[in-house]
C-alpha cells in the first residue's frame, strides 16, 4: 500500500489518538496536531518512538503551513462539561479551525476530512435519522456553541468543495466510547463505569428512559478509514454510529452487572436540551462504505472497563505517598 502523509488534528484526544495508531499500523505516516485542551499526552505516550509518528502542539484556530496528503479534522472538546467551560473557543475551533484546516487543503490540494457529529441534528423530530434530516438545534442555548459550530464547520466544508474542488470527506459521529475516553467528563458511558468501579451511585439525569446509540471505538476508526478510501464523488455527510438503542437505565444496569459493582441509582433533573432520543440511520454508511458496526455494546464495555480498571490503579499509585527511608535501629 501507498505510504501517505497523514495530518491528525486533535490527534491526542480519545478517538484522534487511535485513529493515529491505525494509520500507523496500516503503515502511514503521521502527525498529529493538539493543543492538549482535552488531549493527553499519556493517549500518545506509546507512539512517540514511532519514526512514523510526529507530535506538534499546536492550536488549530491559529493556521498552520505542513506538507501532507490527507487531514483528517478531529480538534474539538466533544464533552458538554469541556466545550460549555469556554463557549466561544469551541465555536472559534469548529469555525476558525475549519477554516485554517480547509485553507491548508485547498494550498496542498490534500483530502480532508471532518468529524462532525449528530448533534448537528439537535433535539431531533425523527428517528432514526438519516442524512438528508435538517436538524433541530436551538440557536442560543447552552450546546449551540458546539452544535452550531459543527453545522458551521459542514457548510465551510461544502462550500470549499463547491467552490475550490476541494476533496472532502464529511462523517457525523454518533456516540462512541471505549479506552481513552475522559474519565470525568460527564459522557454517560465513563462516568457510569468510573461511579461502578469506585463504587459511587451512578447518577441518572432524566428517569434513565431517554435512548442513546453506542459505537465502539475500533468500529467507529475502520469507518473513518473507509470514507477516506471512497472516490472523489463521495463527499458524506455520512452517519457513523450504532444503531442498536439503549435505555441509559439499561446501560446502568449492564455497567453494574459487568463491573460486579454494588452502586445504586441516583436520579438528577434532565440537563436542558439534552435529546430524549439518539439514534443513526446508517443505510447509506453500509451501501457506500459497506460498513457497519460488528463489535457488541456488552464486548466493548468490558475492554472499557478494563482500561478504566488499569487506569484507577496507576491513578492510585501515583498518587501514595513514598516510604519513609528506613532508620538504623540501634
Ligand atoms: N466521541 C464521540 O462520541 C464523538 C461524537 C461526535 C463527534 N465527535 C467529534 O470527534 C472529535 C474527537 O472527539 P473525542 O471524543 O476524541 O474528543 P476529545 O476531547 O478526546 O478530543 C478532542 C481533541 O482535540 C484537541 N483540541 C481541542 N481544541 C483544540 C484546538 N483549538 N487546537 C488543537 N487541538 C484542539 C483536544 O486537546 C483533544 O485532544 C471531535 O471533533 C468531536 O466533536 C466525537
Known amino acids: 500500500m501507498e505510504r501517505k502523509r497523514v495530518m491528525v488534528t486533535g490527534g491526542a484526544g480519545f478517538l484522534g489518538s487511535h485513529l493515529c495508531e491505525r494509520l500507523l499500523d496500516y503503515g502511514h505516516e503521521v502527525l498529529c496536531v493538539d493543543n492538549f485542551f482535552t488531549g493527553r499526552k499519556a493517549n500518545i505516550a506509546h ?38 467551560a469556554d463557549p466561544v473557543q469551541t465555536t472559534k475551533t469548529s469555525v476558525h479551525g475549519a477554516i485554517n484546516v480547509l485553507g491548508l487543503a485547498k494550498r496542498i490540494r490534500a483530502k480532508v476530512f471532518q468529524a462532525s457529529t449528530s448533534e448537528v441534528y439537535g433535539d431531533p423530530d425523527i428517528h432514526p435519522q438519516p442524512e438528508t434530516y435538517r436538524g433541530s438545534v436551538n440557536t442560543i442555548g447552552p450546546r449551540a456553541c458546539y452544535d452550531e459550530g459543527k453545522r458551521c464547520a459542514e457548510t465551510l466544508f461544502f462550500d470549499y468543495h463547491r467552490q475550490h474542488k476541494l476533496r472532502i470527506k464529511v462523517v457525523r459521529i454518533f456516540n462512541t466510547y471505549g479506552p481513552r475516553m475522559h474519565p470525568n467528563d460527564g459522557r454517560v458511558v465513563s462516568n457510569f463505569i468510573v461511579q461502578a468501579l469506585k463504587g459511587q451511585p451512578i ?120 516510604k519513609k527511608p528506613a532508620t538504623r535501629s540501634r
Not at 488549530?60 to 474539538?76: G, H, M, R, S, W
Not at 438528577?268 to 460498513?291: E, F, G, N, V
Not at 464486548?299 to 491513578?315: A, M, P, S
Open 47 to 84: 507512539l512517540l518512538d514511532n519514526p512514523y509518528f510526529e507530535f506538534m502542539r499546536h492550536d488549530v484556530t491559529f493556521p498552520l503551513y505542513v506538507e501532507v496528503d490527507e487531514i483528517y479534522n478531529l480538534a474539538c472538546p466533544a464533552s458538554p462539561v469541556h466545550y460549555q
Open 203 to 322: 447518577t441518572i439525569y432524566g428517569k434513565g428512559t431517554q435512548t442513546r446509540s453506542f459505537c465502539y471505538v475500533d468500529d467507529l476508526i475502520t469507518g473513518f478509514l473507509k470514507m477516506m478510501g471512497t472516490p472523489d464523488s463521495f463527499t458524506g455527510p455520512v452517519n457513523l454510529g450504532n444503531p442498536g438503542e439503549f435505555t441509559i437505565k439499561q446501560l446502568a444496569e449492564m455497567v453494574i452487572k459487568l463491573t460486579g459493582a454494588r452502586s445504586k441509582l441516583v436520579y438528577k433533573p434532565l440537563p436542558q436540551d439534552d435529546p430524549l432520543q439518539r439514534c443513526p440511520d446508517i443505510t447509506l454508511a453500509k451501501k457506500a462504505l459497506k460498513w457497519q458496526p460488528t463489535i457488541a455494546l456488552e464486548e466493548g464495555l468490558k475492554r472499557t472497563i478494563d482500561y478504566f480498571e488499569k487506569r484507577l490503579v496507576d491513578e492510585r499509585s501515583a498518587v501514595r505517598p513514598a
